[in-house]
C-alpha cells in the first residue's frame, strides 16, 4: 500500500498563486510517474501535469507557463506551483502515484484524498 498526503489547497484571488505538496509514503519499491489531477464540479477528472521518474514533466495545455510540477530527490514527494490563477482552474485536485511495491514489476497506482482550490475573481 501506499499512501499519499496531499497540502496546500485554499482560496486565492485570480492572479494569485498556490503551492500543492503530495507526499507518498508505503511500500515503494520504485515510482514511475506521480502527477497531479483535477476535477471541476460537474467534470470528469482531467490530467493537470505529471512528472515521469527519469524526469520528464507534462502538462495540460490549460496550465503550460502558469504550473510547474516537480519532486524531491527521492521521488516521493511531487509538488505543483500555481501561479496566475484563474477562476477556472477551481477544482479539487488528486495527487496520483505510480510504481512498483517490489521487484516483481507489477504496477500500482493510487490516489490521494483531494485538496480544493478555489479561485475567485
Known amino acids: 500500500q501506499v499512501q499519499l498526503v496531499e497540502s496546500g489547497g485554499g482560496l486565492v484571488q485570480a492572479g494569485g498563486s498556490l503551492r500543492l505538496s503530495c507526499a507518498a509514503s508505503?511500500?515503494?519499491?520504485?515510482?514511475?510517474?506521480m502527477g497531479w489531477y483535477r476535477q471541476a464540479p460537474g467534470k470528469q477528472r482531467e490530467v493537470v501535469a505529471v512528472?515521469?521518474?527519469?524526469?520528464?514533466?507534462n502538462y495540460a495545455d490549460s496550465v503550460k507557463g502558469r504550473f510547474t510540477i516537480s519532486r524531491d530527490n527521492d521521488k516521493t514527494t511531487v509538488y505543483l506551483q500555481m501561479n496566475s490563477l484563474k477562476p477556472e482552474d477551481t477544482a479539487v485536485y488528486y495527487c496520483?502515484?505510480?510504481?512498483?511495491?517490489?521487484?516483481?514489476?507489477?504496477?500500482?497506482?493510487?490516489w490521494g484524498q483531494g485538496t480544493q482550490v478555489t479561485v475567485s475573481s
Open positions: 508505503g511500500t515503494i519499491f520504485s515510482t514511475n510517474v
Open positions: 496520483k502515484w505510480s510504481g512498483y511495491h517490489s521487484t516483481r514489476h507489477v504496477e500500482y497506482q493510487y
Open positions: 512528472i515521469i521518474s527519469g524526469g520528464t514533466t
